[in-house]
């Protein structure tokens, strides 16, 4: 990497790390695997960069965001893989809910949770678009960039989330 | 009595990805249906909550200097290699590269259009792929012209040939031979045909120029504004008579 594709590097990724830090916390839920995580992805990203024009219409930002989040997938199903369904079923998991276990569905229903329990207790691929969206502002098309789903998909996952949120609000 | 067909639209609507058209119509039933506007105020109040209750969080500065120092070293240790190992074997491919060079530029032009061609045909294939059609889904040409306000440098024509057998399905924004450009798609029975257009300095060209690559049919001209690119995998007298029709429309 030359000088000025390290200064091209730095203003492409140090910009969004507040998000790419954001996206793994949230996927991680936690601090220390978040670090990790960002980490990671960055020296991916510094790995693939010469290979990154902005081409195909996806932003540097999306571009990033998908290695962040494909690093945070492969490190959760690491460390716990029963926690998180290997093939993600659409229809096996309509109720947008990663409940491992079922008496958390029976405190759930004693006792209002708050909206950030909810949050976490979605499954991972719900989560991400509500942080995507409603704390990143992406586009659909930036989502679908990120995740790797078509649009369409983008959005029965965001309104299956945000129906399981409101749940929690009531 | 609710209505789902609505509701599926307010989350689309409220983020700001309805085509105006869709959102005109959402609004005036949002006017007079209390179950929907209901439903929107609670998607609103979900939003209310969420930027309150969850919060976004800012790198660690310690992450920050991580990431910087990596890039660095990395950097760094590519240009000692450089230094201290291929100087030799670089000097003299310098030179060789200097003869080369001749030749090299007059085969470039040549390959150039070949280029171009590569990157059409590719955005084509991968805008045949699930969900990369269109950004913009619409068989009105009053939508789909001004989407591109804003997202492009110029205002592309566009048209309904459905009275012709070619209806209009959508457009969105791709990216060839360096630039942002406007990508229309037409339909003609199941076939599809992408349209990709940009500002041309060259002027206009004569007729259109034909390629065939890997099973698909490729027309290019430019008129006085713009250097047309129109792909698809249908028959080849039907797609000359596609690109007669744009022509014919194109011309004042």
């Known amino acids: 990497m ?24 949230y996927l991680t839920r936690n601090a220390h ?44 199903r690491r ?66 960039d990120v ?17 399981r949120l409101r749940e929690a609000l009531t | 009595m609710t209505h789902p067909s609505f509701e599926a639209q307010v989350d689309a609507y409220l983020d700001g990805e309805l085509a105006v058209v869709d959102a005109r119509a959402l609004e005036a039933h949002l006017a007079q249906c209390p179950e929907c506007t209901r439903f929107r105020d609670g998607q609103l109040a979900l939003r209310a909550a969420i930027a309150s209750d969850i919060p976004k969080f800012q790198a660690p500065a310690a992450l ?43 085969a470039r032009r040549r390959v150039a ?22 950004d913009v889904l619409s068989s009105d040409q009053h939508t789909v012209k001004p989407w591109f306000n804003g997202r492009l440098d110029f205002s592309p024509p566009v048209y309904d040939f459905a009275g012709r057998g070619y209806p209009l399905v959508g457009g969105r924004l791709d990216y060839v031979d360096g630039r942002p450009v406007a990508a229309l798609v037409y339909g003609r029975r199941q076939h599809l045909i992408n349209v990709f257009l940009w500002p041309s300095p060259r002027g206009p060209s004569g ?14 001209w430019t008129t006085a504004d713009y250097s047309y690119w129109v792909v ?10 596609f690109a007669q029709v744009l022509r014919e429309a194109d011309s004042p």
């Open chain 1, 2 to 25: 030359e000088s000025s594709e390290l200064a091209r590097f730095e203003a492409v990724v140090l910009p969004h790390l507040d998000t790419a830090y954001t996206l793994a916390r």
């Open chain 1, 33 to 76: 695997d978040a670090e990790d995580v960002v980490q990671d992805a960055c020296l991916r990203a510094l790995t693939y960069f010469d290979g990154f024009r902005g081409e195909e219409g996806t932003s540097a930002r999306a571009w990033l965001l998908a290695i962040v989040r494909n690093t945070a997938f492969s490190s959760v």
């Open chain 1, 79 to 144: 460390q716990s893989p029963d926690a998180v369904a290997l093939e993600f079923d659409e229809v096996q998991h309509s109720g947008a809910v990663a409940d491992v276990h079922p008496e958390a569905a029976l405190l759930r229903s004693a006792a209002k949770e708050t909206l950030g329990r909810a949050l976490d207790r979605l499954a991972p691929e719900f989560r991400e678009v509500i942080v995507l969206r409603e704390l990143e502002g992406l586009s659909y098309k930036e989502i679908s």
């Open chain 1, 147 to 163: 995740a790797g789903v078509p649009v369409g998909t983008v959005m029965s996952r965001l309104s299956r989330a945000r129906a």
């Open chain 2, 64 to 106: 920050r200097d991580r990431v910087r120092a990596a890039a660095q070293a990395r950097s760094g240790a590519r240009r000692r290699f450089t230094v201290q190992r291929l100087w030799r074997p670089l000097a003299l491919a310098a030179s060789l590269a200097v003869v080369a060079l001749g030749s090299w530029t007059l």
């Open chain 2, 113 to 134: 259009g070949e280029v171009l061609a590569n990157d059409v045909l590719t955005s084509h294939i991968r805008s045949l792929m699930p969900g990369h059609l269109t």
């Open chain 2, 207 to 220: 007729g259109p120029k034909t390629r065939d690559r890997q099973g698909y049919h490729m027309l290019h």
């Open chain 2, 232 to 241: 698809s995998d249908l028959g080849s007298a039907e797609l000359q008579e």
